[in-house]
Protein backbone atom coordinates (compact mmCIF):
# COMPACT_ATOMS: atom_id res chain seq x y z
CA UNK A 1 0.00 0.00 0.00
CA UNK A 2 1.31 3.44 -1.13
CA UNK A 3 1.46 6.28 1.76
CA UNK A 4 -1.65 8.53 1.05
CA UNK A 5 -1.52 12.04 1.74
CA UNK A 6 -4.96 12.38 3.42
CA UNK A 7 -6.96 9.77 4.78
CA UNK A 8 -8.12 6.22 4.09
CA UNK A 9 -11.44 6.05 3.52
CA UNK A 10 -12.84 2.83 3.40
CA UNK A 11 -16.85 2.12 3.59
CA UNK A 12 -18.27 -1.72 3.74
CA UNK A 13 -21.93 -1.88 1.92
CA UNK A 14 -24.67 -1.81 4.30
CA UNK A 15 -24.75 -2.98 8.24
CA UNK A 16 -22.17 -5.70 9.27
CA UNK A 17 -23.50 -9.06 8.97
CA UNK A 18 -24.18 -11.31 12.23
CA UNK A 19 -22.68 -14.69 12.33
CA UNK A 20 -24.42 -17.11 14.15
CA UNK A 21 -22.63 -18.17 17.71
CA UNK A 22 -21.95 -14.79 18.78
CA UNK A 23 -23.88 -14.00 21.20
CA UNK A 24 -23.48 -11.74 24.90
CA UNK A 25 -21.15 -9.38 25.94
CA UNK A 26 -19.13 -10.04 22.25
CA UNK A 27 -22.46 -9.56 20.30
CA UNK A 28 -23.26 -6.30 21.24
CA UNK A 29 -20.19 -4.73 21.28
CA UNK A 30 -19.77 -6.27 17.49
CA UNK A 31 -23.03 -4.25 16.97
CA UNK A 32 -21.41 -1.16 17.94
CA UNK A 33 -18.90 -1.18 15.18
CA UNK A 34 -19.43 1.34 12.56
CA UNK A 35 -19.06 0.17 8.99
CA UNK A 36 -17.37 3.83 7.45
CA UNK A 37 -13.71 3.65 8.99
CA UNK A 38 -11.06 6.45 8.63
CA UNK A 39 -7.36 6.37 9.48
CA UNK A 40 -4.09 8.18 8.44
CA UNK A 41 -1.56 6.07 7.00
CA UNK A 42 1.58 5.15 8.11
CA UNK A 43 4.83 2.92 6.19
CA UNK A 44 5.52 1.06 8.85
CA UNK A 45 1.90 -0.31 9.17
CA UNK A 46 2.96 -2.89 6.18
CA UNK A 47 5.09 -4.37 8.74
CA UNK A 48 4.07 -7.55 9.58
CA UNK A 49 5.70 -7.49 13.43
CA UNK A 50 3.80 -3.81 14.35
CA UNK A 51 0.92 -5.15 15.94
CA UNK A 52 3.45 -7.00 18.62
CA UNK A 53 5.34 -3.91 18.67
CA UNK A 54 2.03 -1.54 19.30
CA UNK A 55 -0.27 -4.06 21.28
CA UNK A 56 2.14 -6.78 22.57
CA UNK A 57 3.40 -7.92 25.75
CA UNK A 58 6.11 -6.41 25.09
CA UNK A 59 5.32 -3.28 23.90
CA UNK A 60 6.04 0.63 25.66
CA UNK A 61 3.40 1.20 28.00
CA UNK A 62 1.92 4.72 28.32
CA UNK A 63 0.54 6.24 31.47
CA UNK A 64 -2.17 8.49 30.64
CA UNK A 65 -3.99 9.21 34.54
CA UNK A 66 -7.61 9.97 34.37
CA UNK A 67 -8.69 13.73 33.48
CA UNK A 68 -8.94 16.11 36.47
CA UNK A 69 -10.61 19.32 35.85
CA UNK A 70 -12.69 21.74 38.27
CA UNK A 71 -15.89 20.86 38.31
CA UNK A 72 -17.15 24.41 37.15
CA UNK A 73 -15.11 27.31 35.54
CA UNK A 74 -16.74 30.77 36.06
CA UNK A 75 -16.99 33.23 33.26
CA UNK A 76 -14.90 35.22 34.08
CA UNK A 77 -12.36 32.54 33.49
CA UNK A 78 -9.89 33.55 36.65
CA UNK A 79 -9.85 29.87 37.78
CA UNK A 80 -6.26 28.41 38.11
CA UNK A 81 -4.91 26.63 35.16
CA UNK A 82 -6.13 22.83 34.60
CA UNK A 83 -3.78 19.88 35.47
CA UNK A 84 -1.89 19.10 32.30
CA UNK A 85 -0.38 15.73 31.33
CA UNK A 86 2.97 15.96 29.44
CA UNK A 87 3.89 13.67 27.02
CA UNK A 88 7.19 12.95 24.97
CA UNK A 89 7.25 13.15 21.71
CA UNK A 90 8.10 9.65 21.71
CA UNK A 91 4.84 8.60 23.52
CA UNK A 92 2.80 11.10 21.61
CA UNK A 93 3.99 9.52 18.14
CA UNK A 94 3.26 5.67 20.10
CA UNK A 95 -0.06 6.94 21.06
CA UNK A 96 -0.69 7.83 17.32
CA UNK A 97 0.12 4.67 15.93
CA UNK A 98 -1.37 2.60 17.87
CA UNK A 99 -4.56 4.59 17.65
CA UNK A 100 -4.34 4.89 13.44
CA UNK A 101 -2.87 1.12 13.65
CA UNK A 102 -5.99 -0.17 15.16
CA UNK A 103 -8.53 1.43 12.52
CA UNK A 104 -6.35 0.76 10.14
CA UNK A 105 -7.01 -3.33 11.01
CA UNK A 106 -10.38 -2.85 11.74
CA UNK A 107 -10.99 -1.68 8.31
CA UNK A 108 -9.31 -4.52 6.59
CA UNK A 109 -11.29 -6.91 8.69
CA UNK A 110 -14.61 -4.86 7.81
CA UNK A 111 -13.91 -5.88 4.62
CA UNK A 112 -13.29 -8.75 4.77
CA UNK A 113 -16.31 -9.14 6.95
CA UNK A 114 -18.43 -7.81 4.46
CA UNK A 115 -16.91 -10.57 2.00
CA UNK A 116 -17.03 -13.86 4.30
CA UNK A 117 -18.87 -13.32 7.72
CA UNK A 118 -17.38 -15.72 10.18
CA UNK A 119 -17.52 -15.68 14.29
CA UNK A 120 -13.67 -16.11 14.44
CA UNK A 121 -12.91 -12.64 12.60
CA UNK A 122 -16.02 -10.97 14.38
CA UNK A 123 -14.41 -11.68 17.71
CA UNK A 124 -11.43 -9.93 16.21
CA UNK A 125 -13.07 -7.02 15.65
CA UNK A 126 -14.57 -6.73 18.49
CA UNK A 127 -10.26 -6.81 19.90
CA UNK A 128 -9.76 -4.46 17.71
CA UNK A 129 -12.48 -1.65 17.96
CA UNK A 130 -11.96 -1.89 21.62
CA UNK A 131 -8.29 -1.16 21.05
CA UNK A 132 -9.25 1.92 19.06
CA UNK A 133 -11.32 3.73 21.55
CA UNK A 134 -8.83 2.81 24.71
CA UNK A 135 -5.99 4.16 22.28
CA UNK A 136 -8.45 7.00 21.27
CA UNK A 137 -9.64 7.68 25.37
CA UNK A 138 -6.22 8.32 26.27
CA UNK A 139 -5.20 11.09 23.55
CA UNK A 140 -8.04 12.72 24.35
CA UNK A 141 -7.53 12.34 27.88
CA UNK A 142 -3.71 13.67 27.85
CA UNK A 143 -4.63 17.01 25.49
CA UNK A 144 -7.91 18.10 27.56
CA UNK A 145 -5.93 21.03 28.95
CA UNK A 146 -5.46 22.05 25.71
CA UNK A 147 -9.36 23.11 25.25
CA UNK A 148 -9.06 24.80 28.43
CA UNK A 149 -6.40 26.91 27.53
CA UNK A 150 -7.75 28.16 24.32
CA UNK A 151 -11.18 28.82 25.75
CA UNK A 152 -9.54 30.82 28.57
CA UNK A 153 -7.61 32.94 25.87
CA UNK A 154 -10.41 33.34 23.62
CA UNK A 155 -13.00 36.45 23.76
CA UNK A 156 -16.11 35.97 22.99
CA UNK A 157 -18.33 37.24 25.30
CA UNK A 158 -21.95 36.31 23.65
CA UNK A 159 -20.53 33.02 23.85
CA UNK A 160 -21.03 31.01 27.19
CA UNK A 161 -18.15 29.59 28.58
CA UNK A 162 -19.14 25.55 28.96
CA UNK A 163 -20.83 25.99 25.31
CA UNK A 164 -17.28 27.11 24.66
CA UNK A 165 -15.44 24.12 26.05
CA UNK A 166 -17.81 21.90 24.49
CA UNK A 167 -16.92 23.34 21.15
CA UNK A 168 -13.50 22.86 21.70
CA UNK A 169 -14.13 19.00 22.66
CA UNK A 170 -15.73 18.38 19.27
CA UNK A 171 -12.25 20.01 17.95
CA UNK A 172 -9.62 17.93 19.86
CA UNK A 173 -11.94 15.15 18.68
CA UNK A 174 -11.65 15.55 14.96
CA UNK A 175 -8.18 17.29 15.35
CA UNK A 176 -6.59 13.24 16.84
CA UNK A 177 -9.15 11.81 14.23
CA UNK A 178 -7.16 13.61 11.37
CA UNK A 179 -3.53 13.69 12.99
CA UNK A 180 -0.63 12.66 10.47
CA UNK A 181 2.50 12.21 13.18
CA UNK A 182 4.40 11.51 9.92
CA UNK A 183 4.63 14.96 9.18
CA UNK A 184 6.98 15.90 12.26
CA UNK A 185 4.54 18.48 14.03
CA UNK A 186 3.46 18.29 17.41
CA UNK A 187 -0.36 17.09 18.09
CA UNK A 188 -0.58 20.76 20.13
CA UNK A 189 0.57 22.64 17.25
CA UNK A 190 -2.20 21.32 14.83
CA UNK A 191 -4.90 21.15 18.02
CA UNK A 192 -4.64 24.39 19.30
CA UNK A 193 -5.08 25.73 15.51
CA UNK A 194 -8.20 23.43 14.89
CA UNK A 195 -9.52 24.20 18.40
CA UNK A 196 -9.32 28.30 17.87
CA UNK A 197 -10.72 27.99 14.25
CA UNK A 198 -13.81 26.49 15.69
CA UNK A 199 -14.05 29.14 18.19
CA UNK A 200 -14.42 31.55 15.23
CA UNK A 201 -17.11 29.29 13.38
CA UNK A 202 -18.87 29.14 16.61
CA UNK A 203 -18.93 33.21 17.30
CA UNK A 204 -19.99 33.72 13.66
CA UNK A 205 -22.95 31.51 14.03
CA UNK A 206 -23.40 33.55 17.61
CA UNK A 207 -23.29 36.56 15.26
CA UNK A 208 -25.67 35.15 12.54
CA UNK A 209 -28.35 34.29 15.31
CA UNK A 210 -27.96 37.74 16.80
CA UNK A 211 -28.72 39.23 13.70
CA UNK A 212 -32.19 37.83 13.62
CA UNK A 213 -33.10 37.40 17.02
CA UNK A 214 -32.21 40.29 18.92
CA UNK A 215 -34.10 39.52 21.76
CA UNK A 216 -33.09 36.67 24.30
CA UNK A 217 -35.39 33.62 24.78
CA UNK A 218 -36.89 33.74 28.23
CA UNK A 219 -38.49 31.10 29.55
CA UNK A 220 -41.01 32.98 31.79
CA UNK A 221 -42.91 34.95 28.87
CA UNK A 222 -43.45 31.10 26.94
CA UNK A 223 -45.09 30.06 30.19
CA UNK A 224 -48.59 30.08 29.21
CA UNK A 225 -51.24 31.52 31.91
CA UNK A 226 -54.25 29.69 30.22
CA UNK A 227 -55.13 27.70 33.64
CA UNK A 228 -55.07 30.42 36.53
CA UNK A 229 -57.36 32.33 33.95
CA UNK A 230 -59.98 29.48 33.40
CA UNK A 231 -60.21 28.98 37.37
CA UNK A 232 -59.83 32.52 38.24
CA UNK A 233 -62.98 33.32 35.76
CA UNK A 234 -64.91 29.62 37.25
CA UNK A 235 -64.33 31.05 40.81
CA UNK A 236 -65.51 34.48 40.34
CA UNK A 237 -68.36 33.55 38.07
CA UNK A 238 -69.63 30.73 40.91
CA UNK A 239 -69.45 33.71 43.42
CA UNK A 240 -71.60 35.49 41.61
CA UNK A 241 -74.01 32.75 40.99
CA UNK A 242 -73.89 32.39 44.60
CA UNK A 243 -74.70 36.42 45.55
CA UNK A 244 -77.67 36.39 42.90
CA UNK A 245 -79.09 33.42 44.82
CA UNK A 246 -78.68 35.23 48.29
CA UNK A 247 -79.96 38.56 46.66
CA UNK A 248 -83.31 36.75 44.87
CA UNK A 249 -83.51 34.53 47.91
CA UNK A 250 -83.76 31.77 45.46
CA UNK A 251 -82.97 28.97 47.41
CA UNK A 252 -85.63 29.69 50.25
CA UNK A 253 -83.64 30.57 52.52
CA UNK A 254 -84.46 32.69 56.00
CA UNK A 255 -83.13 35.75 56.96
CA UNK A 256 -81.01 34.27 59.73
CA UNK A 257 -79.22 31.39 57.42
CA UNK A 258 -78.83 34.26 54.67
CA UNK A 259 -77.21 36.69 56.93
CA UNK A 260 -74.50 33.39 58.42
CA UNK A 261 -73.66 32.62 54.75
CA UNK A 262 -73.25 36.14 53.90
CA UNK A 263 -70.62 36.48 57.17
CA UNK A 264 -68.92 33.21 56.99
CA UNK A 265 -67.78 33.27 53.26
CA UNK A 266 -67.72 37.17 52.89
CA UNK A 267 -69.70 38.01 50.53
CA UNK A 268 -70.05 41.25 51.20
CA UNK A 269 -67.82 43.58 49.66
CA UNK A 270 -66.91 45.85 52.59
CA UNK A 271 -66.16 42.39 54.56
CA UNK A 272 -63.93 39.23 54.43
CA UNK A 273 -64.55 35.88 56.18
CA UNK A 274 -65.35 35.27 59.96
CA UNK A 275 -64.97 32.49 61.89
CA UNK A 276 -68.06 31.12 63.77
CA UNK A 277 -67.11 32.70 66.46
CA UNK A 278 -67.64 36.24 64.76
CA UNK A 279 -70.60 35.16 63.48
CA UNK A 280 -72.11 33.60 65.90
CA UNK A 281 -71.88 36.97 67.75
CA UNK A 282 -73.09 39.06 64.92
CA UNK A 283 -76.29 37.24 64.87
CA UNK A 284 -76.38 35.66 68.68
CA UNK A 285 -76.17 32.00 68.56
CA UNK A 286 -73.36 29.84 69.90
CA UNK A 287 -70.67 28.36 67.91
CA UNK A 288 -72.43 24.76 67.53
CA UNK A 289 -75.99 26.61 66.78
CA UNK A 290 -74.41 28.66 63.58
CA UNK A 291 -72.30 25.56 62.62
CA UNK A 292 -75.84 23.76 62.38
CA UNK A 293 -77.33 25.95 60.36
CA UNK A 294 -74.79 26.62 57.78
CA UNK A 295 -74.77 23.20 56.94
CA UNK A 296 -78.35 23.69 56.46
CA UNK A 297 -78.19 26.69 54.60
CA UNK A 298 -75.45 24.90 52.53
CA UNK A 299 -77.46 21.79 51.49
CA UNK A 300 -80.16 24.26 49.92
CA UNK A 301 -77.78 26.52 47.81
CA UNK A 302 -76.64 22.94 46.59
CA UNK A 303 -80.17 22.01 45.40
CA UNK A 304 -80.33 25.69 44.20
CA UNK A 305 -77.70 25.24 41.81
CA UNK A 306 -77.72 22.02 40.15
CA UNK A 307 -81.52 22.57 39.29
CA UNK A 308 -80.60 26.03 37.83
CA UNK A 309 -77.83 24.62 35.92
CA UNK A 310 -77.47 20.94 35.99
CA UNK A 311 -81.25 19.79 35.79
CA UNK A 312 -83.42 19.74 32.35
Known sequence: ???????????????????????????????????????????????PAMSGRLFGPDAQQVHVPAWCCPPEIPEDRTAGPARSIKLTGEQEVL????????????????????RRCCVRRAEEMVLWHRRVLGSCGELVRANMALVLAMAKRASIPSVDFAELVSEGNMALLRSIEKFDISRGFKFSTYACRAILKAFQRLAT?????????????????????????????????????????????????????????????????????????????????SNERVRQILNGSLRKLRESLHSRFFAG
Do not use: C
Open 205 to 285: RHGRYRQRFGIEFDADMQKSDLIDSRHSQQWDDSVQALRQILSRNLAAMTNVERQIVTFRFGLTPDAGRMTLSEVGKRVGF
Open 1 to 47: MTRLAENVHARAPGRLKVPRGLTGEALEAYLRIPTDIRFVWHPSFEN
Open 95 to 114: LFLRYNYARYRLQGLIAEQS
